[in-house]
Structure formats: C-alpha cells, structure tokens
C-alpha cells in the first residue's frame, strides 16, 4: 500500500483514442489521394504527350491537373497532420508523461510536504505515519526496534503535555551542619516561559521537597520571592500544605511528608516574554540525613546546579550523580571550592531529571 501512487499523471485514454483514430483517418485518406494522383497522372500524361490531342483533350487535361494540384495539397496537409499527431504522441508517451511525474513530485517534496496546512489537515494517524518514515531514512535506516524505540520515547514527551518550561535554571544550595540537625538554604533563579500564549496557574508551587519534621522547627519555610524583580510579602502570598492535608503543622506528621510552599495569587507564563522568578528558602532535616535529590518540575534548556557545605573546620566527601535522559559524561561535576560540587548541563533537561548529592566527613 506504501508504494502506491494513484495520484500520478498519465495520458487520458480519450485523448489518446481520438488521436490515434484521427491519424489513421488521415492515413487512409492520403493512400486514397495517392491513388487517386495516381489515376490522374495515369490518364493525362498520354494526352499530354499526344501530338493530335484536340481543344476538348486540352480542357479535360486543364481539369485533370488543376484536380491533382488540389489533391496534392490535401495530401500534403493530411501527410503534416499526421506527422504532428505522430510526433506529439511519441512526445507524450515518451517525454511529457515523464516530465508531468517529475514535476508532481517535486510538487509533492517541495511544496505541498512543506505546507503547514496540508499537514494540519492530515487526519493524525497519517501524521504519524509520515513523521516515521522521515526519521527511517533520517536516523534509524531499516531498524525498526530502534524506530520502536525513538517512538516510544517520542510519545511519552508528548504526553507528559508540558504547559511551561525554563529558558535557565540556577539551583544553589548551601548546607550548613547544626547542632541538632542539617540546614539549607536554597535559592532558585530561573526564567520560564509557556509553550501557549499565556498559561495561568493555581497555588504554583515555589518550593516542596519530601522531609522528616523536626521539632521545633519548620521543616521547609520561603524566605523570599522575586517575580520579574518585584519583591512579594511571602507573608501574604505563600501558603504552605502538605499531602492529603491543609498545612504543614499537622499533628501527625511524624513520618515523612510532601511539604509545599505555593503562590496563592494567580501565577502567569507567557510565551513570548520571560517571567524571572527568584525564591529563597530553607529546609531542615535530621543530622542522619545526609543524602540530597532535587528534581525539574519542567523542561529546561540551561540548568545550572551548585552544592555547597558551610564549613570551614572540616574536610567533606561529596558524591553526585546528575541524572537524566541527556545527561552524558560531558557533565562531569567539578569542585569550585572544597566541600563544593557543581554541574552545568547545557542541553535540554526534562521533568524528574535531576541531581544526586551524599556526603560525608
């Protein structure tokens, strides 16, 4: 079915019936205008050379060459008929039939292919269709376990349906070690953008991370919020809840929770400008916990990720991973300071993709 072509030109049967017909009547009416010159010549050139031939031999001969002359002429009109009606149908069959194909199919490859409303209306199956036949010859030649594979892949980006992504991301976090447990700061800067025009978001989470609770602190607290530079009372537009419950506080909280820090206003992206959002807060966990995980909650084009541990009395071992489907060993941590790790991925990052962080003395 793939190879199919319907849609090709070729020469229409009536026209080519009609032709063929018209050139045979032709031949055969110049075989008849033949015989009959023929005849003619027969009957007037013995008169013509008669020596007694009398005035009615000499008008009746008048009449016979005046009737070949026209006879001629017909003939010879017919005879370039049919040399015209031969030439063209040999020029059809031969030269027009392959030029009207070449010129369909780069109709086909060059403009109706590359036109966004003929692949709008494609019905969606044949979209897809087409969209794997292209990364056949592209990437993957005759593999059809790899296509299957890229495929795979392919669908479960699109389905994710992403509504934001970040043109960059800056995480940086410094760990300090307490008395009674871990503290860190962190502060997130990045700039977003929507993949619609505009996309609106309710109770947009800032900050949220999975804790033990220790008491007498909070486990997770915004200290600060910047939105295209104008600073926000996080006192009036940051609440805080928890999984399954209305805050942070709740008693049985004994057991590690989801802990979110979320916008009460409405948060907007956009997709023809950048909205610049920089959020600083801390998190406090036990002193047994010395593993750190942070996430992407979108996609992300430039991510940038520093760890740092605050102190200057002792010597710790960091170990990370940054993980994710483009992470490959190009982004290879490196230490700016000691008890300092930081990556630079410049290439997309996807939701969950991240960085793994343990350390110890």
């Not at 017909?74 to 040999?90: A, P, Q, R, S, Y």
């Not at 997770?220 to 942070?248: G, R």
């Not at 760890?307 to 010597?315: A, L, P």
Request: with cysteine; net charge neutral; charged share 30%.
């Amino acid at each position: 079915m793939a190879n199919k072509r319907p849609y090709k030109f070729f020469i229409n049967k009536e026209t080519v019936f009609l032709s063929v017909v018209i050139f045979f009547l032709c031949l055969v009416v110049v075989f008849i205008l033949s015989s009959k010159i023929n005849e003619i010549e027969e009957i007037a050139i013995p008169t013509y050379i008669s020596s007694d031939k009398s005035d009615k031999d000499t008008n009746i001969l008048q009449k016979r060459l005046e009737e070949k002359v026209i006879l001629c002429t017909i003939k010879d009109i017919l005879v370039v008929i049919c040399t015209i009606l031969g030439t063209n149908f040999l020029l059809s069959l031969l030269i027009q039939k392959k030029s009207q194909n070449d010129l369909y199919d780069k109709f086909l490859t060059e403009d109706l292919l590359q036109n966004k409303k003929f692949i709008e209306s494609m019905p969606e199956n044949n979209r897809k269709i087409l969209l794997k036949y292209i990364e056949k010859i592209d990437y993957l030649g005759d593999n059809e376990i790899y296509s299957e594979l890229i495929s795979n892949v392919r669908d479960k980006i699109v389905n994710y349906k992403y509504k934001y992504y970040f043109e960059t991301n800056n995480t940086s976090i410094i760990c300090t070690i307490l008395p009674d447990c871990i503290e860190k700061k962190i502060t997130k800067t990045y700039e977003a953008k929507s993949f619609k025009k505009e996309e609106p978001f309710d109770e947009f989470p800032f900050a949220q991370s999975s804790l033990e609770p220790i008491n007498g602190r909070r486990s997770i607290e915004i200290t600060s919020l910047k939105i295209n530079d104008e600073i926000k009372d996080v006192s009036k537009f940051i609440d805080y809840k928890i999984k399954d419950s209305e805050n942070i506080y709740h008693k049985n909280s004994n057991y590690t929770k989801k802990i979110i820090g979320f916008y009460k206003d409405t948060m907007k992206f956009y997709s023809d400008k950048t909205t610049k959002v920089e959020v600083v807060y801390t998190t406090y966990v036990p002193l047994r916990d010395r593993v750190y995980t942070t996430r992407l909650s979108a996609p992300c084009k430039k991510y940038d990720f520093r760890f740092r541990i605050n102190d200057s009395t002792k010597q710790y071992i960091l170990h990370s991973q940054a993980f994710g489907f483009q992470e490959d060993a190009t982004k290879t941590p490196a230490g700016c300071q000691p008890n300092e790790i930081s990556y630079t991925i410049n290439d997309w990052t996807f939701p969950a993709d991240g960085v793994f962080i343990t350390f110890n003395e």
